[in-house]
């Protein structure tokens, strides 16, 4: 059967940035258009003066005033943003904040009613978006309050071979040995397999985990979080199923290349996972929203302010967060079905007493 055509609605993030650059550049290409249904929350007036001032070829943009318009082989745009708004390139201007978080919110609230079917977000300022309704720290944790309906997200940077996964996200680091509990490891690991199994159609998922300590606490002289907080919870994953190795040095870990080993990987904190991914993979890096209902996808850079309107942005990453989104996307639709009806167990229980079975010797035997 024929794969519907997947709608992406997709967040212009800071208008300051290379949002806008990394969008365009992305659907010039229009066989991009001809794979999903590409729906632009932002303004088709801040679109063309970007366009104009990278000096990009021409692109047919079809504005809309709800994704149910969206029209197929086209690049649809929703004006959701004032029509004044002020584009200052390379500045972080609290108009621009404004302007990101207005598209995150129609964005958001299409994707909830199930008007499109995921979403990619153009990056943001974490600092010019705070508002009233935008009090977080980013992306993840806006998605998981207001998408989430109690699950956990959790933050995963991935390429085809390399996904990290993290236990502890935008917060600083002196206070992550604090906020890392047994109990919060084996969440995010739990978390993570599903994902592994869900999203990326892995049926085994090897998970590995990197130690807090420099050389994974050295039995306790650099610290003790990995015998007291990691380990434990490992095993306690273990018996639910995780297939966990470790806890490793991170250094020698990516230094090794160890993680071509494993099917994903679960970094402590923010950086200890982050800059050897960017390092290995900045250029094709996704970001992806693990755990919640929703599908979430955005590239794994910034706003790029010292790049912004110079036409020095690749667009790769943000043409693999769209690919990322729509792949997992199918991914969990195909698992939904093929876990919608398990066979039900066709074998007794040896340990039972076999006596009350009434069995013959030779049934037993069959058994």
């Not at 063309?48 to 809309?64: E, F, G, N, V």
């Not at 745009?77 to 390379?90: G, H």
């Amino acid at each position: 059967m024929e794969e519907r055509m997947i709608k992406v609605g997709i967040t212009h993030g800071d208008i300051n940035g290379i949002g806008y650059e990394v969008i365009l550049k992305t659907f010039l290409d229009m066989r991009m258009a001809e794979l999903c249904i590409p729906v632009i929350y932002g303004s088709s007036k801040v679109a063309a003066y970007h366009r104009k001032a990278l000096d990009l070829p021409p692109i047919s943009l079809s504005t809309i005033s709800h994704a149910s318009e969206a029209g197929l082989n086209r690049l649809n745009i929703i004006n959701c943003v004032e029509d004044d708004v002020k584009v200052e390139l390379t500045q972080s201007t609290e108009i621009a904040g404004k302007a990101a978080y207005q598209a995150l919110e129609a964005a958001v609230a299409d994707l909830k009613n199930g008007d499109i079917d995921v979403l990619v977000t153009a990056p943001i300022n974490k600092h010019n978006i705070q508002n009233k309704q935008f009090s977080f720290p980013g992306h993840t944790e806006y998605l998981e309050k207001s998408c989430g309906g109690g699950k956990k997200a959790l933050m995963i940077l991935m390429t085809d071979s390399l996904r990290i996964a993290l236990v502890t996200g935008h917060i600083p680091l002196s206070e992550v040995a604090a906020q890392l509990t047994p109990e919060r490891i084996v969440s995010k690991l739990q978390i993570f397999n599903q994902s592994l199994k869900q999203d990326f159609t892995i049926i085994k998922p090897r998970i590995a985990v990197l130690a807090l300590n420099p050389h994974a606490g050295d039995a306790g002289l650099i610290g003790s979080e990995e015998e007291t907080i990691i380990k434990p919870a490992m095993e306690e994953a273990e018996k639910r199923g995780v297939m966990v190795f470790g806890p490793f040095p991170a250094d020698g870990f990516f230094g090794s290349r160890m993680y071509e080993h494993f099917d994903g990987v679960l970094a402590m904190y923010h950086d200890q996972g982050l800059a050897p991914f960017k390092a290995l993979a900045m250029d094709e890096g996704v970001n992806y929203t693990a755990g919640l209902p929703i599908v979430r996808t955005s590239p794994a850079h910034g706003t790029a302010y010292d790049i912004a309107g110079q036409n020095r942005a690749s667009e790769e990453s943000f043409r693999q967060a769209i690919y990322t989104a729509i792949d997992i996307y199918r991914n969990r639709i195909r698992f939904k079905e093929a876990t919608a009806h398990p066979l039900r167990k066709q074998y007794f229980d040896k340990s039972a007493d076999n006596e009350k079975l009434d069995l013959t010797k030779d049934e037993d035997e069959a058994l």
